[in-house]
């Protein structure tokens, strides 16, 4: 292999696989990254498609590619791809960019769960009656879990011997919340994992 072309495949390698070790750096820290600005700007637009901030994560992916080498781009607008079709909640697209990124695809449950966040919280770009239809959505989606929620309390009070109105309000408010709060720790342990195994695919792509 020409001495040329073997540099560019080390160089190639050493920008993609930074992207697993600049992982764990802060927001702060990747803003101020410059030996591998292309990667720290690529974590920084997945980290805004993780949010579903789509406009700074298509800013960030911007700045990535126009730091990258033209044998990088490819992978990147990958990246790129498969992080938008996230924060726009477009499961289809995510599934497709996500096996052409050749990382493991979403489970069908999580994009289940995009799918229906795309109808309760569409995207900025989605027009008013996307909006409207989402806030209507959201409204029926709380009065069903306090519903859920006072039924559980009612059934658990009446076989304590029974409990005023208001102390089960009380305690439909308390269980939804440690519901909620525990399926948000679960989703963040998952999320971390997913991302860590998400960077080990790509740097050991571009090996």
């Known amino acids: ?13 050493g920008t993609l696989a930074a992207i697993q070790e600049l992982e764990g750096r802060s927001d702060e820290e990747l803003e101020a990254e410059n030996r591998h600005k292309a990667a720290a700007q690529a974590i920084l637009g997945a980290r805004a498609a993780e949010r579903y901030d789509a406009k700074k994560a298509r800013a960030h992916f911007q700045r990535a ?25 477009r499961a289809d697209d995510l599934k497709k960019a996500t096996e052409r990124l050749g990382v493991e695809s979403p489970t069908t449950r999580q994009l289940r769960g995009l799918r229906l966040m795309g109808l309760v919280a569409p995207p900025s770009s989605a027009g008013v009656l996307a909006r409207m239809r989402g806030i209507l959505l959201l409204i029926l989606l709380i009065v ?32 939804i919340l440690i519901v909620f709060g525990v399926m948000a720790y679960l989703g963040r342990r ?18």
């Open 1 to 13: 292999m020409p001495k040329q072309q073997r540099m560019m495949r080390i160089e190639q390698r």
């Open 144 to 175: 069903v879990v306090f519903g859920i929620g006072f039924g559980i309390i009612t059934g658990i009070a009446a076989a304590a011997g029974g409990a005023s109105t208001g102390v089960k309000l009380f305690y439909d408010i308390v269980l």
């Open 65 to 89: 590619l126009a730091a990258a080498r033209p044998q990088e781009r490819l992978q990147l607008r990958r990246m790129a791809d498969a992080s938008l079709a996230l924060a726009e909640r």
């Open 190 to 207: 998952r999320q971390k994992r997913m991302k860590a195994e998400r960077a080990e695919q790509i740097a050991a792509r571009s090996r």
